[in-house]
């Protein structure tokens, strides 16, 4: 009886409750669910990933999210190649609750348009619009029951259990981002200064969802804003204040961050290797802390996010645990890597 009250608690809670996707803690790193306008920063054919997991399915506040995305960068060609956007497409899946009973899926294709504001230099304004399609679902074939227990196996999954399932919810989703950007030097390995400010609207079109009798709820827009700077502080050793915030209805989060880069290479190699490190303080919670490095095309980075609070669900579930995040982001070049718009690399 008490996993079925506290299964149907969390459905309620799911589909009356939850207005808000979870988010990645490498910010950076899930470049095109932070802002569509950064589809169109890359110079290169490019593939990026991120994998967040926190608790384990028995657990009440147990969520993992996966994202993917491919972008395509447009040039044009005159005296040499500029990029003037990209597109992409984005894979999204989320699963949380009691035995991951909860699941949002969406695909999302990415378009961006950048003006570069001055022939001689690197300042640009990046606009980007992003639309796809959601499917929310609650699917409860994982969940033991009382009426499935044997004194003498434990478990039967052969005994009829209680059946917790729903329709999918298909519903469009669309939004709008903007980025400026602003730097030194093309070249990545002597850039000693830029900036970077962004600001993005999700769910422009505030769809609403219905749940079989559960009556309707709305996905409000949620309003993210950022920024970036890279100063030198010593010869190859750079630091990078960040802010970050969020708002929707009522609900806000304001996160400090600061990161600490370096490269390191030797006379010998024609490879240098950007390392970094560097954390988040979310204020009135508590702080994400991260690694990651960067060699050639390849960029890895690792965080801990030490949650006890979040911007979704999970406010009103409370009991957020410690959750862990990779990143992954590969750029096949077909163009001057040192161009890219400068960000930390997570």
């Given at each position: 009886m008490k996993k079925k009250a506290l299964t149907l608690t969390l459905i309620i809670l799911s589909i009356f409750g939850f207005s808000q996707e979870g988010q990645f803690s490498q910010y950076f790193a899930s470049t095109s669910i932070l802002n569509p306008s950064f589809t169109g920063t890359n110079p290169n054919i490019s593939f990026n990933t991120n994998f967040k997991r926190s608790g384990t399915q028995a657990n009440e506040s147990y969520f993992e999210l996966l994202q993917a995305t491919f972008t395509y960068p447009l040039m044009r060609t005159t005296s040499k190649d500029h990029q003037i956007g990209g597109v992409g497409v984005t894979f999204f899946r989320e699963r949380r609750g009691f035995e991951g009973i909860y699941t949002a899926q969406k695909v999302l294709l990415s378009g961006a348009y950048a003006i570069k504001l001055a022939k001689l230099s690197n300042q640009s304004v990046i606009f980007g619009l992003q639309g796809g399609l959601v499917q929310n679902k609650i699917d409860g074939s994982g969940l033991q029951w009382g009426s499935q227990f044997s004194r003498y196996i434990g478990f039967d999954g052969l005994r009829d259990g209680e059946t917790v399932n729903s329709s999918p919810i298909f519903y469009p989703t669309f939004n709008f981002g903007v980025i400026y950007s602003a730097f030194d030097n093309d070249n990545l390995y002597v850039r000693d200064k830029s900036i970077l400010l962004g600001a993005s609207i999700d769910n422009l079109n505030e769809p609403e969802v219905s749940q079989d009798g559960f009556g309707a709820t709305q996905r409000y827009r949620v309003?993210?804003?950022?920024?970036?700077?890279k100063m030198d502080i010593a010869p190859r050793v750079y630091m990078h204040p960040s802010g970050y915030a969020l708002y929707s209805r009522g609900n806000s989060q304001i996160n400090a961050g600061m990161y600490f880069s370096t490269l390191v290479s030797s006379?010998?190699?024609?490879?240098?290797?950007?390392?970094?490190?560097?954390?988040?303080y979310r204020?009135?919670?508590?702080?994400?802390?991260?690694?990651?490095?960067?060699?050639?095309?390849?960029r890895i980075g690792g965080s801990f996010d030490l949650n006890t609070r979040s911007f979704d669900i999970n406010q009103a579930l409370g009991n957020n645990l410690p959750s862990y995040e990779i990143s992954l982001t590969y750029d096949f070049s077909i163009a001057d890597t040192f161009r890219n718009i400068s960000s930390p690399i997570f």
């Open positions: 309003y993210r804003a950022f920024g970036s700077a006379v010998r190699s024609k490879t240098a290797i950007l390392l970094q490190t560097g954390a988040w204020f009135g919670d508590s702080i994400i802390v991260l690694g990651g490095f960067q060699i050639d095309n390849l």
